[in-house]
C-alpha cells in the first residue's frame, strides 16, 4: 500500500524552494508513494506548471481556513504531512497545529524550528544540525540526511565564462548577491578589511534594497566608515531576468558568504556558475548551511571558524589565482558529479526517512 505523502507550501512556482523542492519531486518512487500538493499560493508560470506534473493529487489552497484544510487533509488520508515554508511567507503553520496528520515534518523553506510540538521531525543533516548540539533547540525529531538535506536543479543551458574576472580587470573582485538584510555591521567590518587586506580590490553587492538610492548610500557610509571608499564598491540592484542575474557571476572572482545567516540559493549559483564561496560556519543551522553545501563538493578549505580564520581564507584564496581559474572551469561539473545535484539519491534519502517516521508512527500506535 502506497504512503501518501501530503506537501505544504506557497512556493510552487519560480522560487528558490522550488530549486530545491523539485529534485525530490521528479524523482519521488510513486510505485511506493502518492503525492498530494496543497498550494498555497496564486501565482502560475511555466515552473508551477511543472511542478503539477510530479504530483499525483493538486489542490491550491490559498485562502482556504485552517479549519478547512486541515479537514481536507484529514480526508485525503494523508499519512505524512511535509511543511515547507516554516515561519516564512504565507505559510500554513496554523494548519500543522491541528495536527491533521499522523506524522507531521518540516523541511527546506525555514532554517529553523516550527516551534510546534504537532510537528514530529525536522529534517537537516549532521553538518548543518551537529548531533547533540541542535537536538536541544528544537521542538521537532531531527532526522541528519547521509548525504546533505539540500539537493540543487540547476540550469545547465547556462554558459560558465571560463575567464576569471582578474584577468581582464588586473584587480580581485569579491561578491556576495544575498539579501542585504543578511549584511550586518559585523559583516561590513569584517568585509572591509578583506578589502584592506587585497590591494586594489573590490566587492560588488547584489541587492534588491540597492535599487534605493538612500540604501545605497547608507551602504557606502557604512564602508566608508572602515576605511573602504566608494570606488571599491559595485552596488547592484535587481536584474529584469535570472538569465541577467547568474550571467552576473562572471564579474565576481570569489564569493563571500554572509553570517550569522549563511546564503543557500546565492552559494548554490555561484558555485554553479564556477565561483567558490568563502562561508563562515557558526553555532546554529542558519549559519552552518554554508559549510554543508561547501563539504559536499569538497571545498572543506574555504570553510572558516572564526572571523580571524574567515579574514585568512579570502584573503590567500584571493592571491591563488591559479586555483580561481581551475575551479572557474570544473566546478559546475564537481557539483553535477556530486550529492549536490543528485536528484535520484537523494529521493531514497528522504523516501527512506519517511519509511522510518511511519514505522515508528506505527509502532507507537500498534500498528506493527
Same mark, same amino acid.
Given at each position: =500500500?502506497?504512503?501518501?505523502?501530503? !506537501? ?11 530549486? &530545491? @523542492?523539485? +529534485? ?8 511506493? *508513494? ?9 501565482? #502560475? ?8 506534473? !510530479? ?7 490559498? $485562502?482556504? +481556513? ?27 503553520? $496554523? ?69 576569471? +574576472?582578474?584577468?581582464?580587470?588586473? !584587480? ?28 586594489? #580590490? ?20 557604512? &564602508? #566608508? ?5 566608494? /570606488? ?7 536584474? @529584469?531576468?535570472?538569465?541577467?542575474? =547568474? ?15 549563511? $546564503?543557500?540559493?546565492?552559494? *548554490? ?31 572543506? /578549505? ?7 580564520? !574567515? ?11 591559479? #586555483? ?10 564537481? =557539483? ?9 539519491? *537523494? ?9 522510518? =517516521? ?11
Amino acid at each position: =500500500m502506497k504512503l501518501k505523502i501530503g !506537501y505544504v507550501s506557497p512556493d510552487f512556482h519560480t522560487h528558490s524552494v522550488a530549486y &530545491f @523542492a523539485e +529534485p525530490l519531486l521528479k524523482s519521488h518512487n510513486r510505485d511506493e *508513494f502518492e503525492l498530494y500538493a496543497y498550494y498555497n499560493n496564486s501565482k #502560475s508560470d511555466e515552473t508551477n506548471s511543472r511542478l503539477q506534473t !510530479y504530483f499525483d493529487h493538486w489542490q491550491n489552497v490559498a $485562502g482556504m +481556513p485552517d479549519d478547512a484544510l486541515a479537514d481536507k487533509i484529514y480526508a485525503d488520508q494523508i499519512d505524512i504531512l511535509v511543511d515547507l515554508a516554516g515561519h516564512s511567507a504565507n505559510n500554513r503553520l $496554523g494548519v500543522l497545529a491541528q495536527k491533521p496528520a499522523p506524522v507531521q515534518a518540516t523541511w527546506l523553506g525555514y532554517p529553523n524550528t516550527s516551534g510546534l510540538s504537532t510537528v514530529d521531525y525536522r529534517i537537516t543533516d549532521a553538518i548543518a544540525d551537529p548531533q547533540g548540539e541542535s537536538d536541544r533547540l528544537n521542538t521537532e525529531h531531527l532526522i541528519r540526511l547521509e548525504n546533505g538535506f539540500l539537493c540543487y536543479q540547476g540550469d545547465q543551458n547556462l554558459p560558465v565564462f571560463e575567464e576569471i +574576472p582578474y584577468d581582464r580587470n588586473g !584587480y580581485i573582485t569579491f561578491g556576495s548577491f544575498n539579501n542585504y538584510v543578511k549584511v550586518t555591521n559585523e559583516v561590513i567590518n569584517l568585509w572591509a578589511k578583506i578589502l584592506l587586506a587585497v590591494p586594489y #580590490s573590490k566587492l560588488l553587492l547584489k541587492s534588491e534594497q540597492f535599487s534605493d538610492q538612500g540604501m545605497r548610500a547608507r551602504c557606502l557610509s557604512l &564602508f #566608508s566608515q572602515q576605511g573602504i571608499s566608494a /570606488d571599491r564598491l559595485i552596488l547592484q540592484g535587481m536584474l @529584469a531576468k535570472v538569465s541577467e542575474h =547568474m550571467a552576473f557571476y562572471a564579474e565576481v572572482d570569489l564569493a563571500l558568504d554572509p553570517f550569522p545567516y549563511n $546564503g543557500t540559493t546565492t552559494t *548554490f549559483e555561484a558555485l554553479w556558475m564556477g565561483v567558490p564561496t568563502v562561508t563562515y560556519s557558526g553555532k546554529v543551522h542558519a549559519s552552518r548551511v554554508g559549510a554543508s553545501i561547501l563539504s559536499r563538493i569538497d571545498l572543506h /578549505d574555504y570553510i572558516s571558524y572564526s572571523p580571524e580564520e !574567515y579574514l585568512e581564507i579570502a584573503k590567500s584564496k584571493a592571491e591563488a589565482h591559479d #586555483s580561481l581559474r581551475e575551479l572557474r572551469r570544473g566546478l559546475r561539473k564537481r =557539483m553535477l558529479e556530486s550529492s549536490l545535484c543528485d536528484g535520484n539519491n *537523494f529521493a531514497r534519502q528522504i523516501e527512506k526517512a519517511y519509511q522510518f =517516521m511511519w514505522q515508528s508512527y506505527c509502532r507507537k500506535d500498534g500498528k506493527i
